[in-house]
């Protein structure tokens, strides 16, 4: 509704509602009103942090709370508080049967860059730490705090958000980035994801102020985010973040960041879990030297991504037992993931890429047949990684998990989802097509 349009309403409204009716329909108005004039583009009364966290809670109630004069006191101070800011007669009338739910700040996002966002990255992330910075509850209850910025900036994004973008992160988001981390005072899980050519500006604003973060135990720093390693002392899990971008570019000194990353937890003796796609060559030798070298102590171990840069399909390249015979100084090890085993150089390739191959008439039967294949790979791959690792209790190749057991004599036996039931099992994860779609193909 225009303003004008909204101003003339008011004296019929007078008219229509009696005193005492047009004073709580004038107070339950007074904050969307305020919200209205300060900002009239703003379309909730809820912080839109809170509404990106897509709670069901929010879900379900948003209209309720979009009533509420004081919706953001409501969600974001104590119950004692929040009941001094509301009173008793808007409690009543208009939050009746609400109650913030107790996990509803755990986790938090600051990103622009998933289905559905539409905004520019770095004052995307300048007001959410903003309307975080000034939500209490939120300070004190997260637990997860997942970071995304996506800038844009080349020939091929949004013109519209291109030209409401920074050319770099503001000196003012610098500073609230820490101060929010730092009040974040039970945050257990930090993943970063500032482009790799932007967060050296964190890193030097972080440094400058001494930052730590105590409470963090799992951290996923992006590309050229390793500097946060050291800033959370008592980490007990790292792994790479930056998605699709982690395979993509070097430092800008040259440098790989999937080596910087793992000499980084040099300085983590209580580290207990570590996890990283090999870059640009895959897990190597040289490479899980260095996990060796820097993490000695690490009980659990993940090597994703593919063992050397171009695996072997020939056959049984010897790839992986070079790598997992790397492994095994690692006396405290007890689980290891590792790639599928089309990343395994063991001479599957991954079947056809083309989905088309799967559809219509055999469709069906060939995907059965190209899953058998890497199902025999992967139990080729576990028989050599329990030979040179016996004390393993844990193995993933892929999605799959093994079952060790071992028996008085000292024999190790691994067992699979579909070991001594293949032919029933394919038939459970790749069942006979009869939908439309094949019949269609069908008929082309």
Not at 39 to 67: C, G, M, Y
Not at 230 to 252: A, T, V
Not at 257 to 283: C, E, Q, T
């Amino acid at each position: 509704m225009k303003l004008g349009v909204f101003l003339l309403l008011i004296p019929a409204t007078i008219a229509f509602l009696g005193l005492s009716s047009l004073q709580v329909w004038l107070a339950n108005l007074q904050q969307p009103f305020k919200n209205l004039v300060e900002n009239p583009r703003r379309r909730s009364v809820v912080p839109q942090f809170i509404l990106d966290t897509r709670h069901p809670w929010i879900v379900a109630n948003q209209r309720k709370l979009e009533r509420l004069p004081y919706a953001e006191a409501f969600l974001c101070f104590s119950p004692d508080l929040g009941s001094k800011v509301l009173t008793e007669t808007e409690t009543g009338t208009l939050g009746e049967g609400l109650e913030v739910p107790s996990d509803l700040f755990d986790k938090l996002e600051i990103n622009n860059n998933r289905a559905g966002v539409s905004r520019p990255g770095w004052p995307n992330a300048l007001e959410r730490l903003g309307e975080i910075k000034q939500c209490q509850r939120a300070l004190d209850q997260v637990k997860t705090l997942e970071v995304d910025v996506f800038v844009h900036r080349g020939k091929y994004v949004d013109l519209r958000l291109k030209l409401l973008e920074p050319s770099q992160p503001p000196a003012k988001l610098l500073t609230l980035s820490g101060d929010v981390l730092e009040s974040m005072t039970n945050l257990e899980r930090l993943q970063w994801g500032i482009p790799k050519e932007d967060t050296h500006f964190f890193e030097n604003a972080f440094k400058a102020r001494n930052l730590t973060l105590p409470s963090i135990k799992h951290l996923e720093p992006g590309p050229s985010s390793h500097y946060l390693v050291g800033m959370c002392p008592n980490l007990e899990s790292l792994e790479n973040g930056g998605g699709y971008n982690w395979y993509h570019g070097d430092m800008p000194d040259g440098r790989d960041w999937g080596l910087v990353l793992i000499r980084s937890a040099a300085s983590m003796p209580g580290l207990k879990r570590f996890a990283m796609k090999g870059v640009h060559d895959g897990w190597n030798p040289t490479l899980v030297s260095e996990v060796v070298k820097s993490m000695p102590q690490i009980e659990s171990l993940g090597l994703r991504g593919s063992l050397g840069g171009n695996p072997t399909y020939m056959g049984n390249s010897g790839e992986l037992k070079a790598v997992v015979d790397g492994l095994i100084p690692l006396n405290n090890l007890t689980h290891l993931d590792l790639p599928d085993s089309s990343g395994l150089g063991l001479g599957f390739d991954g079947g056809p890429t083309c989905g088309n191959v799967y559809m219509g008439k055999g469709g069906s039967r060939y995907l059965r047949q190209v899953i058998k294949e890497g199902a025999e790979a992967t139990e080729q791959g576990g028989d050599i990684v329990i030979a040179s690792l016996p004390h393993l209790t844990g193995l993933t190749i892929g999605g799959d998990n093994a079952n060790i057991t071992r028996t008085q004599e000292g024999t190790i036996d691994l067992t699979w989802p579909w070991t001594g039931r293949m032919d029933e099992w394919l038939m459970e994860v790749a069942p006979d097509r009869t939908d439309l779609w094949d019949d269609e193909y069908e008929s082309m």
